[in-house]
Nanobody, 116 residues
């Protein structure tokens, strides 16, 4: 079965950087659309960034220019480089896979804290 394991969360001061990683197994990774979502306390889960099997990326407006999503098909891993983090970026970040047939899978999440 599909498994997604996130890593790289932690605590950082405003303006700092973190790099999240999500390692996938159980599906042909190169065919999947991968995404990062986040959920802050009391808020709904929201899309942060996606990257298609062809490498096309898209971003939520508030993170454009600061976050970069990338994928390594050989390592079956998707990354999210987060620069210039703001306090409102504090949340649990989730990795999501969408298969060619439209099935979706989620990782367990990794916590990102942004505070001074």
């Amino acid at each position: 079965q599909v498994q997604l394991v996130e890593s790289g969360g932690g605590s950082v001061q405003p303006g700092g950087s973190l790099r999240l990683s999500c390692e996938a197994s159980g599906y042909i990774f190169s065919l999947a659309t991968m995404g990062w979502y986040r959920q802050a306390p009391g808020k709904e889960r929201e899309l942060v960034a996606t990257i298609t099997s062809g490498g096309t990326s898209s971003y939520e407006d508030s993170v454009k220019g600061r976050f970069t999503i990338s994928r390594d098909n050989a390592e079956k891993t998707v990354h999210l480089q987060m620069n210039m983090l703001k306090s409102e970026g504090a949340a649990v970040y989730y990795c999501r896979m969408e298969t060619l047939r439209g099935r979706t899978y989620w990782g367990q999440g990794t916590q990102v804290n942004v505070s001074s």
